[in-house]
């Protein structure tokens, strides 16, 4: 479905003009959804706010990925380098040595205007890995849906590098893609959010020794305004 993008400007409040707003739109460009972007932090409340919460109905954990604690690491600020190149690729090494086989990620545009070609190149780019649409545990750990995804190998991770100048917490809101998810099975292992600069991983404390060699700062749990339930749940199928 697609949606008009100057009804969506309506009744929203933004960072900066009334042109500069997100938009994440699927890769198989079947939706579009409007997020981030607005300067009324009530929305990351309420997007957030089932993190913690109980469920209001009965959830099972998903048996595909084993890890007993969260950490999470930030980004120096919108304008500087946060991670350095041999940061970066090995935070991409240690997904993939953890079990991470796939990754999905957004690309924030404006219909009609130079950041959708943008949009549109970087998914060709990046269309030899693709692995179709599989059902994946969603950003924030808000439940699970099929999500279009790509292989996580060799290639790819060069091509991830060359897409961020090498910083996985790079941000460039219309000009970068955003929101790299890296899944082990079907649930979410590291979680970078750009615009937020915040990335979340779950770890085991075998893996967190290994990841605590890559020498970048980090704390427990979540950060301020983006982050991950402990373990991922899965909703019972409605019959």
Known sequence: MRLDCEAQLRNQEFLTSPRLFDVWRTPDKSALRNVAGTANRSYRKSRFSGLGSPR????????????SMLINFVGAGMNSRSLTPDQSRGILNFCR????????VNFVFVKG???ERLMREFYERFSPFSSGEKDLENICGDGFSPQSCWALDDRSIEAILNETDRDLLA???LHLPEDWLF???????????THEQEATL???EVQYAEFKKLGIPHAPGCP???GLPEQPTRLPRQR
Do not use: C, H
């Open 97 to 104: 040595s953890a079990g991470a086989t796939l990754f999905t």
């Open 171 to 173: 941000y460039d809101v």
């Open 183 to 193: 899944y082990a099975g079907d649930m979410i292992l590291l979680q970078i959010v």
């Open 56 to 67: 209001s109905v009965a959830a099972t954990l998903s048996p595909s990925y084993n890890s």
């Open 113 to 115: 205007e130079e950041s």
């Open 224 to 226: 301020r305004w983006s």
């Open 202 to 204: 779950r770890v085991s």
